[in-house]
T-cell receptor, first 112, second 115 residues
Framework: DAKTTQPPSMDCAEGRAANLPCNHSTISGNEYVYWYRQIHSQGPQYIIHGLKNNETNEMASLIITEDRKSSTLILPHATLRDTAVYYC?????????????FGGGTRLMVKP | NAGVMQNPRHLVRRRGQEARLRCSPMKGHSHVYWYRQLPEEGLKFMVY????????ESGMPKERFSAEFPKEGPSILRIQQVVRGDSAAYFC?????????????FGPGTRLTVL
C-alpha cells in the first residue's frame, strides 16, 4: 500500500470546521483514500472513502486533489465528541483481503 | 444489526498462562481481521481469516499466537504462555463476503494485561 503522511496533531474550536490534511504522493491508480478515526482507545470507526471525486456523507466530506497526491477530510461543525485520532489510509477497495495499514494518524483535539 | 462483538472486554493473565480472545463478526460478514495496538502505538495487522481458512497471517508472531474462524461460532485469537509484551488492545474487524468497497467494521477490542 502507498504510504500516507499526516500532521501528528491539530486543534479545532468547537463548532468550527476541522480540516485534516493527508499526503499520499505515491498512490496507485486503483487505490482509494479511506479515513478512519479512533476515539479514546475504542475500535476504529470508518468515516468515508473516495477515489478521485469529492465525497460527502453524514459524518464528513472528503476533498481529493486532481492529481490525487493529497486529500483533506473536513468535519464541517466539529464537536467535542469528534476529539479522536484520525487515520488516512490508501488501499485497493475491491480486495476484501487487503488489510488496513494504520500510520500515526492525526490527533484532533476539539476545544470548547 | 448488531456490530462486531468481542469478549472479554478486559482480560488479565499472569505470565505463562493462556489468553483466548473471541470475536463475533457482524451478521452476514464472513471475513475477519485481527489487529493489535500496543500502548501508545498504532494498530498493526495480525491475521485475516475466512470461515475455516487462514488467508493471511503475515502479521502474526511466529510463536505462541494462533487464530481460527470455525464454521460455527466466533473467531478465536489464542495466545499461549503470555508474556508482559503481549499486553495490548486486540481489535477484531469484519467485512462482508461481497460488497463494492469492503470497508472493515471494528469491534470494541479486548484489553489484555499480563501481570
Amino acid at each position: 500500500d502507498a504510504k500516507t503522511t499526516q500532521p501528528p496533531s491539530m486543534d479545532c474550536a468547537e463548532g468550527r470546521a476541522a480540516n485534516l490534511p493527508c499526503n499520499h504522493s505515491t498512490i496507485s491508480g486503483n487505490e482509494y483514500v479511506y479515513w478512519y478515526r479512533q476515539i479514546h482507545s475504542q475500535g476504529p470507526q470508518y468515516i468515508i472513502h473516495g477515489l478521485k471525486n469529492n465525497e460527502t456523507n453524514e459524518m464528513a466530506s472528503l476533498i481529493i486533489t486532481e492529481d490525487r497526491k493529497s486529500s483533506t477530510l473536513i468535519l464541517p461543525h466539529a464537536t467535542l465528541r469528534d476529539t479522536a485520532v484520525y487515520y488516512c489510509i490508501v488501499r485497493v477497495a475491491y480486495d476484501a483481503g487487503n488489510m488496513l495499514t494504520f500510520g500515526g494518524g492525526t490527533r484532533l483535539m476539539v476545544k470548547p | 444489526n448488531a456490530g462486531v462483538m468481542q469478549n472479554p472486554r478486559h482480560l488479565v493473565r499472569r505470565r505463562g498462562q493462556e489468553a483466548r480472545l473471541r470475536c463475533s463478526p457482524m451478521k452476514g460478514h464472513s471475513h475477519v481481521y485481527w489487529y493489535r495496538q500496543l500502548p501508545e502505538e498504532g494498530l498493526k495487522f495480525m491475521v485475516y481469516l475466512q470461515k475455516e481458512n487462514i488467508i493471511d497471517e503475515s502479521g502474526m508472531p511466529k510463536e505462541r499466537f494462533s487464530a481460527e474462524f470455525p464454521k460455527e461460532g466466533p473467531s478465536i485469537l489464542r495466545i499461549q504462555q503470555v508474556v508482559r509484551g503481549d499486553s495490548a488492545a486486540y481489535f477484531c474487524a469484519s467485512s462482508p463476503l461481497s460488497g463494492v468497497y469492503n470497508e472493515q467494521f471494528f469491534g470494541p477490542g479486548t484489553r489484555l494485561t499480563v501481570l
